[in-house]
C-alpha cells in the first residue's frame, strides 16, 4: 500500500477537531464516535451523571471571558445568560464586573462573594424588595429604567439612566430592545430619557456616572452599534450643556451574535472592537467631550459555546411524513426553538453510527406538539433508542430558562474543567418538586 493510500485510513484513526463556531474550544470527535470535551468523554459524563444534563467547558468560558477583555472596555457579563455561585465565581476571576437583573442574581453573586462595586443591577420593574437588597449590599451602580424609579431608589448610589435609542438590531422582535414603543428604558426621540437625567440630578444622593442603551440580543452586525454611539454621544454633549455635567460612563449594553449551526452568523468582535472606539472618538471630538469610558454587557457570547446538552434517545418512530427522534428532554431544558425559532445541530455521541444520514425531527418529551428541539436535523439512519445526542451551544439561556413543566426535574450544569467533570448544579429530583408543595 502507498503513503497516499494509507493516509485516509490513518486519519480516521485519529481524533478531529469539531467546528470551534459552535462546540466547545477543545471538542474532538473520536474514531469511536464519542465526543470529548477538554479530553472528558461525554459518554462517561452522560453514565455517570444522566442524562438530560447540561455539559459546561470552563477553559470555553474563560477564552471567551478574555477575548472581551482584551478590550480597551468594562465587561460585565450579564448573568442572565446563565448563573450560579461557581459562575459568579469564575467571573470574578476573570476580572470581568457582573449585570444581574434580579434579587435572586443578585443573591447568587452576593452569596458567591462577587464584589459589590463590580455589580450593575438592572431591570424595568425593580421591587423595593430587590431595590433595598441592592443598597444593603452596596452594588456598584443601578441602571434606571424610568423617571418613577428615580424617587424609589435609595441612596447614596451611583447610577446610569438606560435609554431606548430607536435603533433596530435586526433580530427577533421578542429580543430586539433598542426600537421604540417598548417596555425597556427612557425614549431618547420623545425626551423621556432627558426627563430622567433631570430628575437624577436634582437628587443630590443619587451620582449620575453615565448612560446605558442595549439593542437586543443576537444582533450580529456592527452598525446598530455605531449608530448607538453616535446617538448617546450626542446625548451626553445635550446633558454636557444643559447641566454642565460630563458623564464618564457610556454602557453600550451586550446583544453580540453566536452561532448554534455551522455556518450561521456570529458577532465580529474583532470588527466591533476596530469601528467602535474610532466612532467614539471621532463624535467625542465632534461634540468637544473626553471620550467616556466604555461597558461591554455579554451574556451569550461569553458562554453559550462552552454549553452542549446531552440526551438520551427514548424512542424513534417513523411515519409517513418523516421520523420522530424522541429524547428524554425537551422544552423544558429549552424553550428556544419554541419561543425564537432558534434552530439547532445534534450529533450522535458514543458510536460511529451508520454513514448514511436522513434528515430527522428530534422531539421533546413534553405534552405539547411544539416541543420540538430541531425541526430538521441529518442524523445515521440507524439512531435507535438509548443512543446519545449531543446538542452544542447551549451554554446561554438554556438552565437559565428551564422550567419544571409536566414536573420534570431540572437537569444538572456539569463543569468540565483540567480534565476533570464536577456538578456545578445538582440534578433536581422529584423530592425537590415535592418538597415546595405544601401537603
Ligand atoms: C441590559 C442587558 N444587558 C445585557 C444583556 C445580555 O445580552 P446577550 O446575552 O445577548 O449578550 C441583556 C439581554 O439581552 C440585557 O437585557
Ligand atoms: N432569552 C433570550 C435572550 C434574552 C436576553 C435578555 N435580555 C434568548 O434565549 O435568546
Redesign the pocket.
Known sequence: MTLAELLPTYRRSLPEKLPAAIWPDAAEAMPSGDVAVSGVSLTEVAERFGTPSYVLDVQTVRYRCRAYRALDAEIAY?G??FLCRRMARLIAEEGLSL?V?SGGELATAAAAGFPAERILL?GNAKTDLELRAAARAGVGRVVIDSVAEVDRLVGPQDVLVRVTPGIDGHTHRA?A?GVEDQKFGSSLAGGQAAAVVARVLSRPELRLVGLHC?L???IAGVTGYEEAVRRLVAFLADIAVRHGVALPQLNL????AVAYRPGDASFNLSGFAARIPRVLGFECRKHGLVPPRLTL?????IVARAGVTLYRVVTVKHTSTRTYVAVDGGFSDNPRPELYDSRYTARLVGRAGDVQKRSMRVVGRHCEAGDVLIPDVQLPSDIRAGDLLAVPCTG?YHHSMASTYNLVPRPPVLAIDDGAVEAWIRRETEADLLHRDIA
Open positions: 450579564a442572565k445568560a449585570d437583573c438592572h429580543v430592545t442595549h437586543g440580543s443576537q449594553g451586550g446583544g453580540h454587557e455579554p451574556g451569550r457570547a446561554a
